[in-house]
């Protein structure tokens, strides 16, 4: 197992990145009145996460003319998905089906993230721009070691200072078509987790967890104590597969502790460049996934 860490701050900073973007308003406006001139109430902390399988930053497409068009964006992928990202103004990105980590490190230098990087069976990453204080590519639980038919495709473990506090943060991914294989990864997951579940602090876990809401695998995880985020506060379609007509919901965000209390919204970003459009035959996505993001307030 490998382990790579990344901080970037050179060719992209943040607000640079902003400014190519024409995200940032000129300065006279910025600079408006501060919040204790005009008497309103600073603004609310704020904790938005995202998860994504990023399919490798191969991009999807199945028409001939979308595959066309794909070999000319593939080199662009990395950055277009991070440019897309950085939309939504998240603290934290989980990915799995993660790109090389050149790539990952790429899409770190554009949104002006901190990176963490892992070899396993399914490569995964978290970038952010929180403190990350803990890193574990692979974590343990009290019945390790584990066998490879146990062990998840991916499993990452970090501890983050947010600005709702400190959060304990894991991405998984499990594997697709064998129910079997899927649900001993997800019993060796509930292993790996019971010491952070136990301790009461703000725990989240996501990723593309390969079953439904209507499967036996769903039960372990509300049987277990954990809350998921778009049954609770979920807005819009609520299906992660497919990105011209979404028809399955595999990736999920699971909370426990605190941070529940703190949800304010779950929804799947049906949208922008994330998804295909049916009616043009050209049209590409950045994946065969949606990401799914979580906003804490």
């Not at 080199?75 to 990915?95: F, I, K, S």
């Not at 721009?129 to 639980?141: L, M």
Request: charged share 25%; net charge negative.
């Amino acid at each position: 197992m490998q382990l790579s860490v990344g901080k970037h701050s050179g060719l992209w900073s943040r607000r640079r990145f902003l400014v190519a973007a024409g995200a940032v308003l000129p300065c006279a406006v910025l600079a408006g009145p501060r919040a204790e001139e005009t008497g309103a109430a600073p603004p609310e902390p704020r904790f938005r996460t995202i998860t994504y399988n990023a399919r490798e930053g191969e991009g999807w497409g199945l028409r001939p003319e979308q595959q066309a068009r794909l070999a000319c964006l593939r080199p662009q992928l990395p950055q277009r998905m991070a440019l897309e990202l950085a939309l939504y103004a998240p603290d934290a990105v989980t990915l799995v089906e993660a790109p090389s980590e050149a790539a990952v490190a790429e899409m770190a230098e554009v949104l002006d993230m901190e990176y963490r990087y892992s070899h396993d069976a399914s490569p995964g990453a978290l970038l952010t721009r929180c403190k990350i204080v803990e890193w574990d590519p692979s974590p343990e639980g009290k019945n390790a070691p584990y066998t490879k038919q146990q062990r998840p495709k991916h499993c990452a473990r970090a501890v983050i200072e947010t600005a709702i506090g400190r959060v304990t943060l894991y991405g998984v991914h499990y594997t697709a078509r064998r129910a079997e294989r899927r649900i001993e990864e997800l019993r060796t997951t509930l292993d790996i987790i019971a010491g952070d579940v136990a301790s009461g602090g703000s725990f989240l876990l996501q990723g593309d967890l390969n079953h439904s809401q209507r499967t036996p695998e769903y039960a372990y995880w509300t049987d277990a104590g954990l809350e998921d985020a778009f049954r609770l506060k979920g807005a819009g379609i609520e299906h992660t597969l497919g990105t011209a007509q979404p028809t399955m919901r595999i990736d999920y965000v699971w909370l426990h502790g605190p941070i529940t209390e703190r949800l304010v919204e779950c929804r799947v970003l049906f949208e922008g460049a994330f998804r295909t459009n049916p009616e043009d035959p050209s049209s590409v996505a950045l994946s065969d996934h949606l990401p799914l993001m979580a906003t804490f307030g």
